[in-house]
């Protein structure tokens, strides 16, 4: 199942998943942490499933909060760790299920670019690859791994309510427990879009990110973790 997290940003949604289904029908599950209709439209316009995610009205969170509640409610074997402004250059998820097929404790990740200026999200024309930035693809944009390799470690640590460290948190866990990066040839683009900086959201995951880096890998362990508001 492909994980794609969204919030309100239906025109960065409607071409990350028409990049999708121009290579697979393989099952998205659209999770909405917004507030709009558009994303519930897109989701079934694109034949994938919708979960409402959201909790509170206005308020942004990390995307870790729809995975944990999205992974606690599924059953299958394969996950794919993303969101809703990751366009699909190639068929990704084919040689993705490739790799964790050889090796189970695979973090599968693709080669990535990041569209800084909004280029590409205009013409939407991946020849110009070699001359935009490059993207650091472990701090995962698109990432496949096994359902259990999730769950083993408690998944998203929800003690980090503000912005920043959740990813590097994430990934150093799995990584403790084993598991190890496996790249593909793939390629994606995460596309542009305004990237406003907390400073206040960001010291609150700092200090607990630090605070809790040589602790447990297993986190979450004293609460129900990925409960779902919606």
């Not at 071409?15 to 507030?35: C, F, H, I, Q």
């Not at 909790?55 to 729809?66: F, L, N, S």
């Not at 630090?210 to 409960?227: C, H, L, T, Y």
């Amino acid at each position: 199942m492909i994980l794609m997290p969204t919030c309100d940003r239906p025109e960065l949604l409607g071409k990350a998943l028409a990049s999708v289904r121009r290579y697979t029908n393989y099952p998205v599950l659209v999770l909405d942490e917004g507030d709009g209709e558009d994303t519930r439209s897109l989701a079934h316009h694109y034949r994938c499933q919708y979960l409402c995610t959201k909790k509170d009205k206005g308020r942004w969170r990390i995307p870790g909060y729809a995975y944990n509640i999205a992974v606690k409610r599924l059953e299958c074997e394969n996950i794919f760790l993303t969101c809703g402004d990751i366009y699909h250059v190639d068929d990704c998820i084919n040689p993705m299920l490739k790799a964790l097929a050889r090796d189970p404790k695979a973090m599968v990740i693709t080669q990535g670019k990041d569209d800084v200026r909004g280029d590409f999200l205009q013409s939407l024309d991946p020849r110009p690859w070699h001359t935009m930035r490059r993207l650091d693809t472990t701090m995962h944009f698109l990432l496949g791994l096994k359902r259990m390799e999730f769950t083993a470690i408690g998944g998203y640590d929800e003690d980090l309510t503000g912005s920043h460290y959740d990813d590097n948190d994430f990934v150093e866990r799995l990584q403790k427990n084993g598991c190890h990066y496996v790249m593909t040839d793939a390629r994606i683009i995460h596309l542009f879009h305004p990237r406003p900086r907390s400073h206040a959201l960001r010291r609150i995951n700092r200090r607990v990110y630090w605070d809790k880096k040589d602790g447990p890998i297993v986190r979450n362990a004293n609460r129900e973790w990925g409960v779902a508001y919606a």
